[in-house]
Nanobody, 124 residues
Framework: QVQLVESGGGLVQAGGSLRVSCTASGGTFSSYIMGWFRQAPGKERDFVAGISRFGGVTEYADSVKGRFTISRDNAKNTVYLQMMNLKAEDTAVYYC?????????????????WGQGTQVTVSS
């Protein structure tokens, strides 16, 4: 069973960049499709980006296309989310999630493994 730990969140000004990371342990990382989700106060947990097991396929929410890039390094058991041109509305707790088998899914309930989250705050 895989355990996920996020890192790299923080405070950044609007228009700035930030990279968050998620490191896995306890499982075969390349077995998992990985996703990033985010949750703002009082809102649902929304899909941000997903990546296939070996990185060949990625998907993004429309709100982050062209600004965010998901990538993974299976040798380091880590998935990344590079965020550029950040906006105030990107402020949220960012979670990484993993699921086994099948395609990239944007529904949070489809992911069985979750990290504890990392706060990203964008000041305007």
């Amino acid at each position: 069973q895989v355990q996920l730990v996020e890192s790299g969140g923080g405070l950044v000004q609007a228009g700035g960049s930030l990279r968050v990371s998620c490191t896995a342990s306890g499982g075969t990382f390349s077995s998992y499709i990985m996703g990033w989700f985010r949750q703002a106060p009082g809102k649902e947990r929304d899909f941000v980006a997903g990546i296939s097991r070996f990185g060949g396929v990625t998907e993004y929410a429309d709100s982050v296309k062209g600004r965010f890039t998901i990538s993974r390094d299976n040798a380091k058991n880590t998935v990344y989310l590079q965020m550029m041109n950040l906006k105030a509305e990107d402020t949220a707790v960012y979670y990484c999630a993993g699921r086994t088998g099948g395609p990239i899914i944007s529904t949070a309930l489809s992911y069985g493994y979750w990290g504890q989250g990392t706060q990203v705050t964008v000041s305007s």
